[in-house]
């Protein structure tokens, strides 16, 4: 029988938690501490940088001139009647978000040890930050695509926004479950075992080049074996550069169930990311 003062308490800090538990009331309620953490992430970003925010823009720009050189006019990927150029800006403007969720998350814990170590809050609050955060980020790269989609449609382009915009905040949801849920994965693991920073690294690299990023999955099919030709088209991130292509560029196709299996294996792994984390949260600090 609880006490009448502790039944009048707001909420009560316990080691025992839900298998999968994603307190809305209570993340609300530290909902001033969440968007601090989001500015402290934008702002200390680039601090102390000759270029600063100009990074936003020279990174995906840089990329995509050195992806159609050598994929478009050395490798011979045709993207159709979509400029090389604005293809692989689309692809990079989309793969860009998914890799910084997935990357910054990754390592909540080692680099926020001291401040979980001294006071309480919802842990969740920190890589829930960096995926909001990367939204501005996102945003000005969108931005720079808007950009040349209106300079190549004005040279004679024949470019054209396809209906299916509307599923445009799904993707971007999509996109931030995937991250957020393999960082906070990547995340607990590194608690013990420092070294899958570098392998991360390493595999996110190698990840892009089987998501279909900088070649349609129309030419995979085409060039790729049977058995790596299916690894892509079963990635659910193949998906979402696909979709995302499909909406801007109205290039390719949108299937539904595609999409459904897309945004299932996002949720699942979302989940699956929240659960280890919240068992990791318990012990991490006498591990990492």
Known sequence: MLSKKEDEWLYTISGK??????NF?????YRDLLFLFVKRDIVTLYKQTILGPLWYLIQPLFTSVIFTLIFNNLGQIKTGSIPPFLFNLAGITAWNYFRDC???????????????GKVYFPRVILPMSITISNLLKFG???????????????????????????????YVVIMAMLGLGLGMIFSSLTTKYRDITVLLTFAVQLLMYVSAVPYPMSEAKAKFPPLVAK??????????MEG???????????N????????????????????IFN??????IDTV
Do not use: A, C, H
């Open 256 to 275: 539904l169930t595609r999409f459904l299996y897309t945004l299932g294996i996002s949720l699942f792994i979302f989940l699956i990311g929240l659960v």
């Open 279 to 284: 068992r990791t949260e318990k012990s991490f």
């Open 244 to 254: 995302f292509r499909y909406m801007l560029l109205d290039i390719g196709e949108f």
């Open 140 to 170: 000005i790269q969108l931005l720079i695509f808007i950009g040349f989609f209106v300079y190549y449609y004005t040279t004679g382009y024949e470019l054209s926004i396809n209906s299916n915009i509307i599923l445009f905040p799904v």
């Open 231 to 240: 690894i892509v088209e079963y990635n659910p991130l193949t998906q979402i």
């Open 102 to 116: 997935l990357n910054n998350t990754s390592s909540t814990f080692t680099k926020n040890q001291n401040i979980f």
């Open 25 to 29: 009331k209570e993340i609300w309620r």
């Open 17 to 22: 938690r839900k298998l999968i538990d994603f």
